[in-house]
DNA sequence: ACAAAAAAAGCAACAATGTTGCAAAATAAT
DNA sequence: ATTATTTTGCAACATTGTTGCTTTTTTTGT
């Protein structure tokens, strides 16, 4: 497991450090998507609160984590599980949003929909995020 | 148009302020979406920053206006076409946002895809947001 | 294993954004 | 017109994000 990430790390051609360490192994240790307040939470108590920025920086750049945007103005930060690389990501499934546990999950399996666009757009990315509720929030009987 | 706004903020049982009139001019007056930056430097000019989010807020809320998320940490603001009410939005139009002029379009006549989640997921909202070139920025002879 | 070079971390200072309580002012109701 | 209600502005503060620079750590090459 620890090599898992020494290993994910010097693929992409980053430095073994300890945030960096660590960091990475938050995402891979956690099913859900991640604040950047969990992370600093989490993670920041041993690091800068500006190392945390610049790792998740550079996570995102060379396409290990990618972003998802929310209504709460917060952004999430979930692995990539799509081979992305330095400067290009293909995420291309759905997030879901639990309005009860609040936690926010990357559905890998269900690909973002084609959309008929008016004429004259033209589309590079869709990101889809479903609002709901989350199959361990689901009620008993429902 | 000054009585159309008036009317606006009666309808929805809101005073008559200096700032609700100027700020709901803004977004009558704007063909995309604003960023609450673009807000408090058009409008914040001549009104306190809180009175801005205290408006947006209750704006919100009275669903006069709808929240847009974005991957940029920027909540883009933009009016309800679709006879939102108190407490109640019922916006599923998708969202258009331009990578070239940066401005963001409510695509009001683009209605949200069904999307199929796996087992155990129950959606009450669908938030799509589509990135690329708008119809104002396309090349000229694409 | 060591020294030199390169990269990252920590620190401090700052900017931008968002929140809260309260007194003054504006608006609405009587 | 007076009173009651609502909204505003202000001040103070909390949170979040950014930048430049020095020190420390990691990597590279010997
Ligand atoms: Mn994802
Ligand atoms: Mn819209
Ligand atoms: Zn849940
Ligand atoms: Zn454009």
Do not use: W
């Amino acid at each position: 497991m620890h090599e898992e990430i020494k290993d994910m790390l010097k693929k992409n051609n980053l430095s073994i450090t300890g945030s960096r360490e660590k960091i990475l192994g938050l995402f891979l240790n956690q099913e859900g998507a991640l604040a950047h307040g969990d992370i600093e939470k989490k993670a920041g108590e041993k690091f800068d609160r500006v190392t945390v920025y610049r790792t998740l920086q550079i996570f995102v750049e060379k396409g290990i984590i990618h972003t998802i945007p929310t209504a709460d103005n917060s952004i999430r930060y979930a692995l990539c599980k799509d081979n992305c690389s330095e400067g290009h990501h293909h995420d291309q499934h759905i997030h879901f949003q639990c309005t009860n546990c609040h936690n926010t999950y990357c559905l890998d399996d269900i690909v973002t929909p084609d959309i008929k666009l008016p004429k004259g757009y033209v589309s590079s990315h869709i990101e889809v995020v479903v609002e709901g509720t989350c199959k361990n929030c689901k009620s008993p009987v429902a």
